[in-house]
């Protein structure tokens, strides 16, 4: 098979590798099948879809055939690809993918390859895949009743939602490679890019993967494309008016 000779060749880092690697530690896993390995990936957008198959292909240079997607319930699309030499290949070289506990409460010991990606240069192509799978936008007024009456203010947030402490950090190191602030709220498990300067600096250097919608659990977005709501927020600087007059916004909201 023509992908043990391209895992063989390959050493550095390279864009579609990168992005490959922002699904496998979101939406995606590489696990043991028998003697194999499964790689897997599963979202309900079209486009992340669309791009894991060509990252697959593209790197490892296999057949489009073997790159399987399939509709799941719920409207989940799953991806898979069973290969012995790209599943060995990626996991000697970057460890697990899991990121969940596991039955006895450990969490497994996955780690981003940081120094690798900023060394290459394709952090931003890393960064761009996985807050297009775990991360979004929030954007919306708050307000609170004050003795000089009612004050409104609004939330405008990028996020990536990640519970595993380490990769948070690494997330953090990546984003503070490209000179973007970020929060690190443990509680929630989300990092959280809050300032104008960050924000449009993420905007301008990273970024959403094009096409990339919010799903149904964003409750004023769902359905806007991401990097629109982006755009529209960054647009709210200035002129808050814009976003408190909005439909969705109406007082009785609020």
Not at 123 to 141: E, H, Q, R, T
Not at 212 to 241: C, F, R, T
Request: glycine share 8%.
């Amino acid at each position: 098979m023509g992908s043990s000779e391209t895992t063989r060749q390959m050493t550095h880092m390279n864009q579609k590798l990168a992005m490959l690697l922002g699904f496998l530690y979101t939406d995606g896993c590489v696990s043991p099948k028998g003697k194999s390995w499964r790689i897997y990936f599963a979202v309900k957008s079209q486009e992340l879809v669309d791009l894991f198959r060509d990252c697959v292909i593209s790197t490892f240079a296999v057949d489009p055939k073997r790159v399987r997607a399939r509709v799941r319930a719920l409207g989940i699309i799953a991806v898979v690809i069973d290969s012995k030499p790209i599943g060995t290949y990626l996991t000697t070289r970057f460890g697990t993918f899991r990121t969940l506990r596991f039955e006895d409460g450990d969490l497994p010991k996955a780690k981003l390859p940081v120094s690798e990606l900023i060394e290459s240069g394709y952090v931003a192509n890393f960064l761009s895949v996985a807050f297009s799978c775990d991360g979004g936008v929030s954007l919306y007024p708050a307000s609170r009743n004050s003795k000089n009456g009612k004050t409104k203010w609004l939330i405008r947030t990028v996020f990536i939602s990640c519970a595993h402490p380490q990769l948070r950090s690494d997330y953090l190191a990546l984003l503070r490679s490209l000179g973007i602030h970020v929060r690190d709220v443990a509680r929630d498990g989300k990092l959280k890019i809050e300032r104008e300067r960050d924000i449009r600096l993420f905007a301008e250097r990273i970024g959403f993967v094009d096409g990339v919608k919010a799903m149904l659990d964003s409750k004023h977005w769902a359905g806007h494309e991401k990097n629109e709501v982006l755009q529209i927020l960054i647009d709210s600087y200035g002129q808050p008016a814009t976003i408190y007059q909005l439909p969705m916004f109406s007082e009785s909201m609020i």
